[in-house]
């Protein structure tokens, strides 16, 4: 796809990083639309998981629901929220919970925050794929 029109080219917005992300697809917005649909329907179940392990206080297996959910931020470009959850997954394997709790309570917020992230610029997304 040629993408050397400004008008065929979609900006993601902050905090998404856009040059990653069309890197990654080789800037065609219609199958980076087709990943966002992806991780918008594994995203919930993932991130449901995530809280389930934190309440049973097994940080092993907190660890390992972190690290599925991970690759989804990717996909989707948002780098920093992948970096931060990289970050939590090794105070897990050093850490016990209760240092845990301050790191998993920002990360657990920014984990919710990205679903709605996600979907936000998957619409925006739609509408400029739908506006060509």
């Known amino acids: 796809m040629n993408s050397g029109a400004n ?3 979609f900006a993601f917005s902050h905090p998404f990083n856009d040059q990653y992300i069309n890197e990654l697809y080789d800037n065609d917005p219609i199958l980076i639309d087709e990943t966002f649909g992806d991780v918008i329907r594994e995203y919930s179940p993932m991130l449901q998981d995530v809280f389930v392990c934190y309440r049973a206080g097994d940080i092993r297996a907190l660890r390992s629901a972190i690290h599925r959910i991970k690759p989804l931020l990717g996909y989707v470009g948002l780098t920093s929220i992948q970096s931060e959850c990289q970050q ?12 845990l709790h301050d790191d998993f309570a920002t990360l657990s917020a920014n984990l919710t ?7 936000g610029e998957k ?10």
Do not use: Q
């Not at 939590?88 to 240092?99: G, I, M, Q, Y």
């Not at 925050?113 to 979907?119: H, M, Q, V, Y």
């Open 7 to 9: 008008h065929n080219h």
């Open 88 to 99: 939590f997954e090794s105070n897990c394997e050093r850490d016990v919970f209760p240092s």
């Open 113 to 119: 925050s990205a679903k709605a992230l996600i979907e």
């Open 123 to 132: 619409a925006r997304l739609e509408a400029f794929l739908n506006s060509r």
